[in-house]
């Protein structure tokens, strides 16, 4: 069975630009959620999606946003990119949201905001 | 505020040592408490995790105690070997059935030395 398959590997983007990051989970997974990652803060919770809806939000501006499609793949979109944005954006896929499931984490996207 | 402490930041030990990983938590709503391992490059990887309901874990040279009282638990690695070098992360989460939310540590960075 794949794994959380997450693309692009790495992105590399200029302040005030936008980013749009993807995410397709394990199959039969229809649970997604998304983690941003840096040295200083560790792993924080961005938000997750099941059955298209957003159920959970993390403490992040605005500018992050989220959707999920039909087939259960995700999308992240930061706008208006800061420096501070530089970080691996993860993505964690569990079949359902019940937080007994193990959440299986992908490769992560690593965005460089110059 | 952060809800999930973890310590140390970083260790060295020898092969054949017995690294030991501590967190706390303050939420006592937490009901779910996985370890997770990451490698350079790589997204976490879920390693082992606990309920409250029971005091210890273990699976192969990974063990989890838990101290539900004093709101602590901890990894402990049986006979670690230079594999096992990588970062580790605990995190906690609470059971609601339609949404999940995994709080991470700050990471310990473990190096397992010949």
């Known amino acids: 069975k794949a794994g959380v398959t997450q693309t692009p590997r790495y992105l590399i983007k200029t302040r005030g630009q936008q980013v749009t990051l993807s995410c397709s989970p394990i199959?039969?997974?229809?649970?997604v959620s998304w983690y941003q990652q840096t040295p200083g803060q560790g792993l924080q919770f961005l938000f997750e999606y099941f059955s298209e809806t957003q159920r959970n939000k993390g403490n992040f501006p605005g500018r992050f946003s989220g959707r999920q499609f039909s087939n259960s793949r995700s999308e992240m979109n930061v706008s208006t990119l800061e420096l501070g944005d530089s970080a691996l954006y993860l993505c964690?896929?569990?079949?359902?949201?019940?937080?007994?499931?193990?959440?299986?984490f992908g490769p992560g996207t690593r965005l460089t905001v110059l | 505020q952060q809800q999930v402490k973890q310590s140390p930041q970083s260790l060295i030990v020898q092969k054949g040592g017995i690294p030991i990983i501590n967190c706390a938590y303050e939420n006592t709503a937490f009901d779910y408490f996985p370890w997770y391992q990451q490698f350079p490059g790589k997204g976490p990887a879920l390693l082992i995790a606990i309920r409250p309901d029971v005091s210890e874990k273990k699976e192969g040279r990974f063990t989890i105690s838990f101290n539900k009282s004093a709101k602590q638990f901890s990894l402990h690695i049986m006979d670690s070997q230079p594999g096992d070098s990588a970062t580790y992360f605990c995190a906690a989460s609470k059971h609601t059935g339609t949404a999940s939310k995994l709080t991470f540590g700050t990471g310990t960075r473990l190096q397992v030395t010949l």
């Open positions: 199959s039969g997974h229809r649970s």
């Open positions: 964690a896929s569990s079949p359902s949201p019940s937080s007994y499931n193990e959440q299986f």
